[in-house]
């Protein structure tokens, strides 16, 4: 089990209710832990939809968690 900072932002933050949590998982990649999160929160985007960034820094999906990891999901962002 790790100990992750998770941060949201956009329509995922409003579905989470909180822009960030801390939480206690035992998911290997960022991939594995947006559907554990998914299945908890009842996110309705898929994760081809998001960009994901590990400890400030876009990443890859398969790229594996450490304990103490920063997780940012970003949806894609509307604008003008």
Do not use: H
């Given at each position: 089990?790790?100990?992750?900072?998770?941060?949201?932002?956009a329509?995922?933050?409003e579905?989470?209710?909180?822009?960030?949590?801390?939480?206690?998982?035992?998911a290997?990649?960022?991939?594995?832990l947006?559907?554990?999160?998914?299945?908890?929160r009842g996110f309705?985007l898929?994760?081809?939809?998001?960009r994901?960034?590990?400890?400030?820094e876009?990443s890859?999906?398969?790229?594996?968690?450490?304990d103490?990891?920063?997780v940012?999901?970003?949806?894609?962002?509307?604008?003008?």
């Amino acid at each position: 089990m790790k100990t992750i900072q998770v941060q949201y932002f956009a329509m995922l933050r409003e579905q989470a209710g909180c822009g960030e949590e801390t939480i206690t998982t035992a998911a290997d990649t960022p991939a594995a832990l947006y559907e554990e999160l998914r299945s908890r929160r009842g996110f309705p985007l898929a994760r081809e939809r998001l960009r994901v960034a590990l400890n400030g820094e876009f990443s890859s999906w398969e790229t594996p968690l450490i304990d103490g990891a920063r997780v940012v999901f970003m949806p894609p962002f509307a604008g003008g």
